[in-house]
């Protein structure tokens, strides 16, 4: 295990996740239409989730400083409303994380897109993340192009339905695994990137030994049901590792049976792999 050579400021800068709330768009009509409107279609609710998505990539995430031309593009692209449940979907391109089932949340759209922008995601990379959830940040991150995903949810449920509707949305280059995230997926190692949408109180070490040398890593470190610091690790091409404090943000904790075990291994303010 290797210590970090940068001390960095502790304090939760910015609370990024959680904060505004914006209303959905919804579809203007005109005051003078006379003929009663036809039923939805299935083709015009997809007009209008499009019109919505828009809408969040412009106000929520372009807005508030993201410029990462790919990643502003896998925005625009992904249906997110089809990764939450059905009775969440008039809410799916507000400004929040929403409800999964088992606890679990969908991150908030801005915090997906930081998140991946910190990767600096490049051709040919290899991505490991920990937490699929509903599958939705596999997704983003597959749709960089020439990227393979490899992803870990520990809720057997989640992670069978968020295989099922990323391969019925034709995400080939997304692998899934049902398993404890804590020990990584040392076949699959070493990785470019690194992302981990759920909170532990300090780095498993285990991703730390699979970040590729030139590597990158962005994992919100923090008390579980708290508030935690978002950090973003690089590992130089001779191995050396650098911490950048990207802000406060309130994930979900990490669980299972690795991250528990550890728990208050290397402490909440301090976290050396
Ligand atoms: N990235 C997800 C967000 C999911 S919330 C999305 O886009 O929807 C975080 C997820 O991490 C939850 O589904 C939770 O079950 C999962 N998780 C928590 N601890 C884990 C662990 N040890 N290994 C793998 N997944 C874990």
């Known amino acids: ?23 959905p768009a919804t579809p203007t009509t005109s ?34 400083g993201i410029t990462d031309e ?8 992904v249906p997110r409303h089809l990764f939450v449940p059905e009775s969440q979907r008039q809410h799916a391109y507000g400004d929040y994380p929403l409800p999964i089932g088992y606890g679990q949340t969908i991150s908030q759209p801005y915090i ?8 600096e995601l490049k051709e040919g990379d290899k ?17 960089i192009p020439g990227i393979k995903v490899y992803t870990i949810e520990i809720i057997p449920d989640l992670a069978e339905s968020a295989r099922e509707r990323l391969e019925s949305q034709g995400y080939t280059n997304v692998h899934c695994k049902q398993d404890d995230g804590y020990y990584g997926w040392s076949e699959h190692a070493p990785f470019d990137a ?25 994992i919100p470190i923090g008390p579980p049901g708290g508030y935690q610091t978002l950090w973003k690790f690089v590992k130089s ?21 690795g991250a528990e075990s550890h728990r208050g291994e290397g402490g909440h303010e301090w976290p050396f792999p």
């Open 194 to 218: 690194i992302i981990v949408t759920a909170a532990p109180d300090h780095v498993p070490p285990f991703l730390m030994d699979q970040m590729a040398n030139g590597g990158r890593m962005v």
């Open 127 to 143: 991505v490991l993340e920990i937490g699929t959830g509903s599958g939705y940040q596999a997704a983003i991150l597959a749709e």
């Open 31 to 64: 005051p003078t239409a006379t003929v009663p409107k036809p039923l939805p279609t299935p083709s015009g609710d997809e007009a209008v989730f499009a019109q919505q998505r828009e809408r969040m990539v412009i106000d929520t995430i372009e807005r508030r």
């Open 237 to 257: 091409p001779d191995g050396e590792l650098q911490a950048f404090n990207k802000g406060g943000v309130a994930f979900v904790p990490f669980t299972g049976p």
């Open 112 to 119: 997906v897109a930081l998140m991946t922008e910190l990767l």
């Open 1 to 23: 295990m290797r210590r970090i050579g940068v001390v960095l400021p502790l304090a939760l800068a910015l609370l990024v996740a959680c904060t505004a709330v914006t209303t």
């Open 70 to 77: 790919d990643v502003l593009r896998a925005m625009r692209t």
